[in-house]
C-alpha cells in the first residue's frame, strides 16, 4: 500500500513544472517548495512533470535538480524520480560500483523482489547501462563467496510462481531436504539450499518455514544462521524473510539502519524511496509493533531553511549560548545534531560558521595537515593571514582540542624553506601597531634586494627573518621603499608572474626540495605581504580564483567566507567589486546553489 499523499484535486504537471522553475530561481533553491511537491505526486504524475518542464525550459528535470540540491536530500530526490523498476537497476547498478561497492545493498533489492519485478528491471539495466545485470553479477561478485553467486545468478534468471497455492506435500519434503542439507549433517550442502531457495514461490517457502518449525522445534531462520555465514546467509535470511513477511523485514532493515552512533543514510534512503509506493503504511505498522515507536512523525526531515535561517543571523556569543541551550534542553550535543541532520557543502559550512573564530582557524589548519586532506595552501593562508595575536589563541585552542603542537605537525608536513617561515611566523611575537621606522624600513628593503635580486642565486633567510619578524605596518613601509629605491613592488621579487626567476632557481638548488614546495614558499611571502598592505583585496582575490574557471573550489569559498565574515567581509565586499566590477553577492550567487547557497549569501549579507 502507497503511503504518497496525492492532493484530492489534481494538479497540472506543467503547472507542478512551472512551480519548480520557480523554486530554482532567486537567492537558493527553495528546496521546501520542491519536497513539497514532488514528494506528493505518484510515478506517472512525477513523470509527466519531468516531460513538461523539458518541453517548457528545454531542460532535463534531474539534471536541474542535481544541481540545486546537495547532499542526502539531493540523493532521495533523484531516486524517487525514477519509476520503481529503474530505481532498482539504478541502485544495483550503483552498489556493483567500485566507489559505492555495497553487496548487501544488491541483495536486499534482489532477494526481496519477486520474480515479474527482477524481470522487469534487468532489462532496464541492460538498455540503460548496456550490460546484463548476470555479466555484472559474475565480474563483480567473483571472489566473495561462490554460493552467494551462484545464489543470485539462481535467484535473477529462475522464473519462481507468484501465486498464493502451496502444495503442503512437497513443502515438508523441502524442510526435510533442508534439514538433511543442514542441521543433520557435518558440514552444509550448500547447493540444496540454492536450489530451494531460488526455485520455490514465497508462498511455498513460508509453508516450508512452517513445517520446518514443527518437525524440528525452531525456524528456518535459525536452521540458515547455524548452517551458513556472510553474504550468503544474508541473501537467503532476505529470501526467506520476505517471503514470510516482506513489512517486518523492511522495518527491520530501516531499525538497524538508525541505530547506535549514526545513521545508515543510503540504507535509508534506498528502503523509504523504493517502498514507499509499494508496502509503507505495513512497514510502518509492523515497526511501531515491534519497536514499540513511530517510524515516521509530522516533523519526520530537517527544516533546513529554518537552521539556515536562525544560525547565519547570530554572533559567535549568541551561537555559543545557543549550543549550551541546546544541550541543557536535549541533553544532545547541537554539533552533533547538525552534522546528522545536514550534508554536503551546507553542513560543512554550518559546522565551521559555529565554532569561535579562534577554534575555525584550529580546525581549518588541522584538516589542511591531515594526509587525507593535506592542503598547504589553505594552512599558508590561515596562518600567513593573521595576527600575531590571532595566532597565538587558535594555537593554544589547537593543543587542546588535538592533542598536538601546530609547530608539530608543521615540522612534519611542510619542507624547506616553506616550514622554515612558517614556524618561524607561528612563534614570533610581532608588533601589531602602527607606528614604522621609516630608516629601518629603508635597511629592510635594500637587505631584501640584496638577498635577492642582487646576488647571484637568494639568501632565503634574510627573506624569512624579516617577513617573520616585522609587523605589518612595517612591511608595509618595506614595499613602498623597495618600489621607491628599485622601481617596482616588493611582491615582484617573488610574484608569480615576475621575469626574475632568481628565488626559484634557488631553491631548486636544494635537492630536499620539490619544485611545488618553491611555489608554497613564495605563496607564504606573498599572502604575508598582501595582508600587510591590504587583507580585504587579498582576500577579494583568493575568492575571485576560487570562483574563476571551470568548477567552484567550494572548500575555499567556505573557508574565506566563513572565517572573514565576522572580521572585514565588508571591505572584502567593496574591493572585490571595485577590482572586478561584480558584486560579491553576485558572484557567490551564480556559483552555488541550495540551501548552501542561501546559507553563504547569509553570511555575506546585502551587496552594498
Same mark, same amino acid.
Given at each position: 500500500?502507497?503511503?504518497? =499523499? ?30 513539497? +511537491? ?9 513523470? %509527466? ?8 525550459? =528545454? ?43 555495497? %553487496? ?73 531436504? %533442508? ?59 532476505? +529470501? ?42 505495513? +512497514? ?9 515507536? $513511530? ?35 536535549? =541533553? ?115 637587505? %631584501? ?110 573557508? $574565506? ?48
Amino acid at each position: 500500500m502507497s503511503t504518497v =499523499s496525492i492532493p484530492a484535486t489534481p494538479i497540472s504537471p506543467r503547472e507542478d513544472a512551472v512551480c519548480l522553475h520557480k523554486a530554482f530561481k532567486g537567492f537558493g533553491c527553495d528546496s521546501a517548495t520542491v519536497v513539497s +511537491i514532488l514528494a506528493h505526486r505518484d510515478a506517472m504524475q512525477r513523470n %509527466l512533470i519531468q516531460q513538461e518542464y523539458r518541453a517548457l525550459y =528545454s531542460e532535463d528535470l534531474l539534471h536541474r535538480l542535481s544541481k540545486e540540491l546537495t547532499g542526502k536530500l539531493e540523493d532521495a530526490v533523484l531516486l524517487w524520480m525514477q519509476d520503481p523498476a529503474t530505481r532498482d537497476a539504478v541502485i544495483v547498478r550503483q552498489a556493483l560500483e567500485g566507489e559505492t561497492f555495497d %553487496l548487501r545493498a544488491v541483495s536486499e533489492v534482489i532477494c526481496s523482489r519477486t520474480p515479474s519485478q527482477i524481470q522487469i528491471f534487468k532489462q532496464i539495466f541492460h538498455s540503460k547501462f548496456g550490460s546484463y545485470l548476470e555479466h555484472d553479477l559474475k565480474q563483480r561478485v567473483d571472489g566473495y563467496g561462490n554460493h552467494f553467486q551462484k545464489l543470485l545468478l539462481a535467484y535473477v534468471s529462475i522464473q519462481r510462481y507468484e501465486g498464493l497455492e502451496v502444495d503442503r506435500v512437497a513443502a515438508e519434503n523441502d524442510a526435510k531436504a %533442508l534439514y538433511k542439507a543442514g542441521e543433520k549433517k557435518l558440514g552444509t550442502d550448500e547447493d540444496t539450499f540454492i536450489r530451494i531457495f531460488s526455485e520455490r514461490s514465497r508462498a511455498h517457502l513460508a509453508a516450508v518455514d512452517a513445517a520446518y518449525n514443527s518437525m524440528y522445534g525452531h525456524s528456518l531462520d535459525k536452521a540458515v544462521k547455524k548452517e551458513t555465514s556472510g553474504l550468503f546467509e544474508f541473501a537467503l535470511l532476505t +529470501i526467506l524473510r520476505c517471503a514470510k513477511n516482506p513489512a517486518k523485514y523492511f522495518a527491520k532493515e530501516l531499525r538497524k539502519a538508525m541505530k547506535g552512533l549514526g545513521t545508515d543514510d543510503r540504507t535509508l534512503i534506498r528502503v523509504i524511496v523504493t517502498r514507499t509506493e509499494l508496502d509503507m503504511q505495513y +512497514i510502518k505498522a509492523e515497526y511501531e509493533k515491534k519497536f514499540k515507536g $513511530v517510524l515516521f512523525n509530522p516533523g519526520f526531515g530537517c527544516d533546513t531553511t529554518t537552521v539556515v535561517n536562525i544560525l547565519a543571523h547570530r554572533d559567535a556569543m549568541q551561537r555559543g549560548l545557543i549550543q549550551q541551550e541546546y544541550r541543557a534542553l536535549y =541533553s544532545e550535543d547541537l554539533l552533533h545534531r547538525l552534522s546528522k541532520e545536514l550534508s554536503g557543502k551546507l553542513e560543512n559550512a554550518v559546522l565551521l560558521w559555529m565554532q569561535d573564530p579562534a577554534a575555525r582557524d584550529a580546525i581549518v589548519v588541522r584538516q589542511a595537515l591531515q594526509p587525507d586532506t593535506l592542503d598547504l595552501r589553505a594552512a599558508t593562508e590561515v596562518i600567513c593571514s593573521r595576527t600575531p595575536s590571532q595566532i597565538q589563541i587558535f594555537k593554544q585552542i589547537y593543543h587542546s582540542r588535538f592533542g598536538c603542537y601546530l609547530e608539530h605537525d608543521l615540522e612534519r608536513h611542510a619542507s624547506g624553506d616553506h616550514k622554515k617561515l612558517l614556524l618561524a611566523y607561528v612563534r614570533i611575537q610581532r608588533y601589531e601597531g602602527f607606528e614604522v621606522d621609516r630608516m629601518a624600513a629603508e635597511n629592510d628593503a635594500k637587505a %631584501l634586494y640584496k638577498a635577492g635580486e642582487k646576488r647571484l642565486g637568494t639568501d632565503e633567510n634574510t627573506f624569512i627573518r624579516i617577513f617573520s619578524e616585522r609587523s605589518r605596518a612595517h612591511l608595509a613601509a618595506v614595499d613602498a621603499a623597495y618600489t621607491s629605491m628599485y622601481g617596482h613592488s616588493l611582491e615582484k621579487v617573488f610574484g608569480p608572474n615576475t621575469c626574475n626567476t632568481q628565488l626559484v632557481d634557488s631553491l631548486v638548488f636544494w635537492k630536499a626540495i620539490k619544485k611545488e614546495t618553491s611555489g608554497l614558499f613564495g605563496y607564504a611571502l606573498l599572502t604575508i605581504l598582501r595582508c600587510a598592505e591590504n587583507p580585504a583585496k587579498y582576500f577579494a582575490k583568493v575568492l575571485r580564483k576560487a570562483m574563476k574557471g571551470l568548477g567552484t573550489d567550494d572548500t575555499t569559498l567556505i573557508r $574565506v567566507i566563513v572565517t572573514r565574515t565576522e572580521l572585514d567581509m565588508q571591505y572584502i565586499k567593496a574591493e572585490y567589486e571595485k577590482k572586478y566590477k561584480k558584486p560579491l553577492v553576485d558572484a557567490v550567487h551564480s556559483e552555488t546553489s541550495g540551501h548552501y547557497r542561501s546559507f553563504l549569501l547569509a553570511l555575506l549579507g546585502p551587496k552594498h
